[in-house]
């Protein structure tokens, strides 16, 4: 009898260690108790009830392998994940974060599962917008984007020639100490002088193939930008060898330019284009939902989707400085799930612990430790 007892519970013992993972025996390593309990229901509740939100406690971030206790980023917190390939990163933090936002909600990738997955519920609280130039979810432009109205002044064309230097290259491309610090202050000229002229974006890859062309010097001149006339206008008069260089280095930057079916999401389709503009200053007042996507490699709409992105979180931003207290009164998520294939923000980790501060929860995806180095 006594061996027969013994015999079940040593099968029970066996049983209940054989469905156990690797993760499980690291548990003991873990956090527990009161580790926990600001990450805890009611230590995220707590936190939500001081920043005055409403309608959720916080990010959902898992259970625990102890005590199965649910975990949550509050609005205070930014995350960054590191997922390898089908892991389920889409449908364990992804989906979660993007249903718990109690307001506007960015997200970006390079697959259709994740709109597919949270749109009709996120429909039901505000509008939905899906930026998609490459047909990743096969979405018509009804709608576009001007990616020159972000650009007032030098600074923030320098941040957009910025978005397309990094997202044109991959993180193994060579780069020339010459000629890509000047392509990309070239490109930052040109696309600053497109929008004090309210043209079209495409403009800029006009003026790229057109060297000898001045009336982008002309427009910065004549609207007060003097230093930046004359640095274009340095480019456009230096030798043909040194030009030719710079202006082809800013033209391979620009190259997604190139594609019609992109120009159609950013660029208005004759006078007579009905579609609704998307403003990023609108957008962050609401409980919308933007979807941006891009398929990965050279040539592909991700500086689009990068500018797009910096457009919104500062949009979020300068609302949330006018704002009570400097933040946000109800939290904006972005989700930049594929952040290093589709939405290579460099100026992103200096940003960081800024936007949390801001009621700018971002949770950036990646697949591996050296993407987020290399980005």
Request: aromatic share 6%.
């Amino acid at each position: 009898m006594t061996v027969a007892v013994a015999a079940v519970v040593v099968r029970a013992v066996l049983r209940r260690r054989s469905k156990r993972s690797r993760v499980d025996a690291a548990a003991q390593h873990m956090a527990t108790g009161r580790d926990l309990r600001a990450l805890s229901l009611a230590g995220a509740t707590a936190t939500a009830q001081r920043l005055g939100v409403r309608g959720s406690p916080g990010v959902p971030v898992g259970r625990t392998v102890l005590g199965r206790q649910m975990v949550y980023g509050s609005w205070e917190d930014m995350h960054l994940d590191v997922w390898g390939p089908r892991t389920g990163k889409t449908t364990s933090r992804a989906v979660p974060a993007i249903l718990a936002a109690p307001g506007a909600v960015l997200v970006t990738s390079n697959k259709r599962d994740i709109v597919d997955a949270t749109r009709d519920v996120r429909a039901a609280d505000g509008p939905v917008w899906v930026f998609d130039p490459q047909s990743v979810a096969l979405e018509e432009p009804s709608w576009w984007w001007n990616p020159l109205s972000y650009v007032t002044d030098e600074v923030r064309a320098a941040r957009l020639a910025d978005n397309f230097a990094s997202g044109s290259r991959g993180p193994d491309a060579k780069t020339d100490a010459y000629f890509d610090p000047a392509g990309q202050d070239l490109l930052a000229g040109l696309l600053l002088a497109a929008a004090l002229d309210h043209r079209p974006i495409t403009q800029v890859h006009t003026w790229l193939t057109r060297p000898a062309d001045d009336t982008a010097v002309d427009i910065l001149r004549a609207h007060g930008f003097t230093q930046t006339a004359d640095a274009v206008g340095g480019v456009v008069n230096a030798p043909e060898k040194q030009r030719g260089g710079v202006y082809g280095t800013a033209l391979q930057m620009a190259s997604c330019l190139t594609n019609r079916q992109i120009a159609h999401w950013i660029t208005p389709q004759g006078k007579g284009d009905g579609r609704p503009q998307f403003d990023p200053a609108g957008f962050v007042r609401s409980k919308g939902t933007l979807y941006s996507l891009s398929k990965e490699g050279k040539g592909t709409a991700g500086p689009l989707v990068t500018a797009l992105t910096v457009a919104v979180v500062g949009a979020a931003e300068e609302l949330a400085v006018h704002s009570s207290g400097g933040r946000l009164a109800t939290p904006m998520v972005g989700v930049l799930d594929e952040a290093a294939n589709v939405c290579r923000w460099r100026e992103l980790p200096n940003l960081y612990s800024h936007y949390g501060s801001r009621g700018l929860v971002l949770m950036t995806i990646l697949q591996s430790w050296s993407q987020g180095v290399e980005v």
